[in-house]
């Protein structure tokens, strides 16, 4: 079946490192992937997109690579402070402008 | 811009009883989407439109949900009747597909809670 998978557990880390957190998907063939950010009681906001021709992209502390061979992306938030804390989404394009999510992963970053 | 705009915030009714929600996209975006949130199921796509035509309906639960898009600047999502499962909470999102990138713009969401 078709799936998008994200670290299930939350992410704990000190502040000042690098958080990376998982995008693996099977099935899909997507043109574009995304990740979003959603903090709580709020709708999720865009961060970056990355195209299947893509292999990284980078908007200031964040980076985002995407392998279309392992079908997975990988998102780094590097100089991690505890605003960034918050619930992290992948999106998938798969298809006539289709955007489908994974479950999202919970960042806490402790100072 | 204000963004995309959903109303109402928070929705509380009984079973049984008809629920509208709605949404009205950022101007100039040419799609909309509808999803459902839920600790269980995370965030669900259940329609989209693009130039204001559904094109993918597939994650529509079942028949009690419709939705219409009458304008370019106007959609909402009907469930009747509605059922204690169906407490969730639904945002409305708008993009320009064919654009730039097709980032997607969410509203603040309606927090549905059926009793």
């Known amino acids: 079946s078709q799936k998008i998978e994200q670290n299930s557990e939350a992410l704990n880390i000190q502040e000042g490192k690098t958080a990376t957190l998982t995008c693996n998907y099977t099935?899909?063939?997507?043109?574009?992937l995304q990740w979003y950010r959603q903090d709580p009681g709020r709708g999720p906001v865009f961060l970056l997109l990355?195209?299947?021709?893509?292999k990284e992209k980078r908007k200031e502390r964040l980076k985002v690579t995407f392998d279309t061979t392992l079908k997975q992306s990988l998102f780094h938030i590097t100089a991690s402070q505890p605003a960034d804390s918050a619930t992290y989404l992948c999106?998938?394009?798969?298809?006539?402008?289709?955007?489908?999510f994974g479950a999202g992963t919970r960042l806490f970053v402790k100072a | 811009d204000a963004g995309v705009i959903q109303s109402p915030r928070h929705e509380v009714t009984e079973m049984g009883q008809e629920v509208t929600l709605r949404c009205k996209p950022i101007?100039?975006?040419?799609?909309l989407f509808w999803y459902r949130q839920t600790m269980m199921r995370g965030l669900e796509l259940l329609i989209y439109?693009?130039?204001?035509?559904?094109?993918?309906d597939s994650g529509m639960p079942e028949d009690r949900f419709s939705a219409k898009m009458p304008n370019a600047s106007f959609s909402t999502l009907k469930i009747q009747p509605s059922e204690p499962r169906d407490s969730a909470v639904y945002f409305c999102?708008?993009?320009?597909?064919?654009?730039?990138?097709?980032?997607?713009?969410f509203g603040s969401g309606t927090q549905l809670s059926v009793l």
């Open positions: 999102a708008s993009s320009l597909v064919g654009g730039v990138d097709e980032k997607l713009f």
């Open positions: 099935n899909y063939s997507p043109a574009y």
């Open positions: 990355i195209r299947e021709n893509e």
């Open positions: 999106a998938l394009e798969t298809g006539g402008f289709k955007t489908i």
């Open positions: 101007s100039g975006h040419n799609s």
């Open positions: 439109f693009n130039n204001n035509v559904p094109i993918d």
